[in-house]
């Protein structure tokens, strides 16, 4: 059950003051629990500042909601250390499970990843993040990359692909939005965001109730990158060397619906060469765009 810990306005401008100014969120808890604030209470009431802050949702005035910590459960995964889709072997390379976490190679050949970057790039466009107060797409410092859309199933080739990601992340197909292709060149990064859907707009609020929030994402790389454009995981350490083929796997979204922050991931700069991705987000149920039925 959801409590609510309320606090003085003034605290609040304290914590907001020193986030802006740099100061790590563990240095403003022991801040606050110097001053005999209780550790959780000191914990849940930064944490609250620091996800407004990621998200550009509300800040939080004199209260914030404390939801009952994430409950962790067995990945979607499929087990072992390969994966056997209808039409490919994938090899699972390294696991993690706070958050559900993995490395997998030989998830596409590397005529496949030609195949994707030929189809893609005359239809990239610059990347848009939405904005979380307005939900319209914005082109911005968010992400300095250019990307596209496929329909989902929108050719033969596609719909493979779709397929095996579909076996790969144990959800139906119609649960997956279109295949996303991203490119990075030199100098390009995205900032540490996280792919769960926040309420803080009318786009996200009718999204969520067509389709149910993200619950997991698979990122393939296309190329080899000669340096920099790891794929980083802040709130756990884990970084994330692209390469052609291969693929990071996450949850993010368990049962109850609950989110998890430890998904917390950025795309590292891409310091010579450039990169190359595809990226799939799955939904709690079948992927319903705007517009449609």
């Known amino acids: 059950m959801d409590t609510v810990l309320r606090f003085q306005p003034a605290l609040g401008d304290w914590v907001l003051h020193n986030l802006r100014q740099g100061c790590a969120a563990a240095d403003v808890v022991d801040a606050m629990r110097a001053q005999a604030m209780p550790p959780d209470a000191a914990r849940a009431i930064v944490d609250a500042f620091v996800f407004a802050l990621r998200t550009g949702g509300p800040l939080p005035t004199d209260s914030v909601t404390v939801e009952p910590a994430f ?25 993690a499970a706070q958050p559900a976490l993995a490395i997998l190679n030989e998830v596409l050949s590397a005529r496949e990843c030609e195949e994707l970057i030929a189809l893609a790039r005359p239809r990239l466009a610059p990347s848009t993040t939405v904005d979380p107060l307005t939900g319209r797409d914005l082109a911005g410092m968010q992400r300095s990359s250019q990307g596209m859309f496929f329909r989902l199933r929108e050719n033969a080739f596609i719909a493979r692909l779709d397929q095996r990601v579909s076996e790969l992340m144990n959800l139906p197909v119609e649960n997956g939005e279109g295949l996303q292709v991203l490119h990075y060149p030199a100098g390009a990064q995205s900032m540490p965001h996280f792919d769960f859907l926040v309420s803080s707009n009318e786009a996200n609020r009718a999204s969520l109730a067509r389709s149910g929030q993200r619950v997991s994402t698979l990122v393939c790389y296309l190329n080899e990158v000669e340096e920099g454009g790891e794929t980083v995981f802040p709130e756990t350490g884990w970084s994330v060397s692209p ?31 450039e990169k190359w991705v595809a990226t799939k987000w799955m939904r709690q149920r079948r992927f319903v765009a705007a517009g449609e039925t």
């Not at 409950?71 to 696991?95: F, K, M, Q, W, Y």
């Not at 083929?245 to 430890?262: I, K, P, R, T």
């Not at 991931?265 to 060469?273: C, K, N, T």
């Open 71 to 95: 409950r962790h459960e067995p990945s979607r995964l499929p087990p072992g250390t390969t994966i056997r889709t209808t039409d490919r072997v994938v090899r699972v390379a390294a696991r």
């Open 243 to 273: 390469r052609p083929g291969s693929a990071v796997y996450f949850e993010y979204c368990n049962s109850l619906g609950q989110v998890d922050h430890a998904s917390l991931h950025a795309g590292a700069p891409v310091l010579r060469g």
